[in-house]
């Protein structure tokens, strides 16, 4: 079997010429500098397509092509070709040397680079490490919004281990009516878009970041969200580039944090912290998760990672502390089984932690009680 290599992967990419008279361009794909991020792994090939926003329906039968050409290369498992579009921000004259740089975009005034027609509130749930429980506690704030009357949808922004479709139980692939834009999948009442709806779930994703960031823009805004009173974002875990991007080109309403109350967790938490202050994205407050463990037998209550660390962190750091959601098995029962604990047991203690913080995140981005209603949400525009 002959090897896959990158170079092997832009040869054959070379016989794809463009039209002129779609694309505004002419030569083949790889010359134009078209081609980027290429990526290769276990006979599965990954790659982008630079694009001109303004023409990107006209690209699409281009990527089809490169992706099938790619496809049919000996010993080729699968290949996939994502439309990215990197554009450079515009400023109205150049910046003396030596000046101070524009400073980060306010969360008001970023409507023009990313986010979808229709959603009023965009919310980011993240923690600056993995393993705390952030996708858990995304989806059963969630369906906690929901509770309390609000129209509510999830994205999975965490391309590499997605999870969402097995927490709220979502098999299939979403459909795309027009062929341009994808219906987001549904459950419980929530609308839900993930990376794991298109790619199998034991199928790595080997994307390099322009990629990933290309994705993550394309699942906010090619996806047909509707009119939703709040946007939550299971945040990829860290301060990356797709952390950083999502959080610069998109118009958050504000960011959750999510920690366990062990020291070593609480470093990272703040660092995420700290990266959504810096490019003007207000911090929500923090949840303490795994607060405490009860003995379903005994009763007996134990600190397994500590108790309390997340509310005196954010004492320290100027922030609210949302709420603390004990280590129980239940709610990891529920969200391994694709029932979330506020759905499949909305009565239940551990249900009430989550509904209590649901409310505090609905009040501090402006929602009131009012589940919505008579209040006109502000546009998003969509390049």
């Known amino acids: ?95 003396p040397m030596g000046a101070q740089q524009p400073q980060a975009t306010k969360p008001e005034d970023k409507t023009a680079s990313g986010g979808a027609a229709g959603i009023s509130r965009i919310i980011a ?26 129209t509510v949808g999830i994205l999975d922004a965490d391309v590499y281990g997605p999870s969402l479709p097995r927490m709220l139980g979502i098999s299939g692939r979403p459909d795309s009516p027009d062929g341009k834009t994808l219906k987001p999948m549904e459950s419980y009442g929530l609308k839900a878009m993930s990376m794991g709806f298109l790619v199998a779930e034991d199928q790595p994703i080997v994307w390099r970041g322009p990629m990933v960031m290309g994705a993550l823009q394309q699942m906010l805004s090619d996806v047909a969200w509707g009119d939703l009173d709040v946007l939550i974002v299971d945040m990829p875990p860290g301060t990356g580039d797709a952390q950083l991007t999502m959080a610069q080109n998109t118009p958050l309403a504000g960011a959750v944090i999510v920690s366990t109350p062990q020291d070593i967790a609480l470093l990272d938490a703040r660092k995420g912290l700290n990266m959504f202050r810096k490019v ?104």
């Open 280 to 383: 003007d994205v207000p911090v929500l407050g923090i949840i303490e998760n795994m607060s405490l463990f009860i003995c379903p037998s005994c009763g007996h209550e134990s600190h397994i990672f500590g108790h309390g660390g997340a509310r005196m962190e954010a004492e320290k750091l100027g922030c609210d502390f949302l709420g603390e959601v004990p280590l129980h098995i239940d709610i990891r029962v529920t969200a391994d089984g694709g029932r979330p604990i506020v759905a499949s047991d909305p009565d239940s203690a551990h249900a009430q932690a989550y509904q209590a913080i649901a409310e505090k995140v609905r009040d501090a981005v402006g929602l009131g009680d009012t589940g919505g209603a008579g209040r006109a949400a502000p546009r998003i525009v969509v390049n």
């Open 1 to 95: 079997m002959a090897e896959i290599t990158e170079e092997s992967v832009l040869e054959t990419l070379r016989t794809i010429a463009t039209d002129p008279a779609a694309h505004g361009k002419e030569g083949n794909i790889v010359d134009l500098g078209m081609i980027s991020g290429v990526a290769i792994k276990d006979r599965m090939v990954q790659f982008s397509l630079e694009i001109e926003p303004a023409r990107a329906d006209a690209y699409e039968p281009l990527r089809i092509q490169a992706e099938t050409v790619v496809a049919s290369l000996e010993g080729v498992l699968s290949a996939t070709c994502v439309l990215t579009a990197e554009k450079a921000p515009e400023r109205s004259q150049p910046t």
């Open 125 to 150: 749930v993240a923690s600056g490490k993995g393993g705390v429980g952030k996708s858990t506690t995304a989806v059963n704030l969630a369906l906690g919004l929901k509770a309390l009357g609000l």
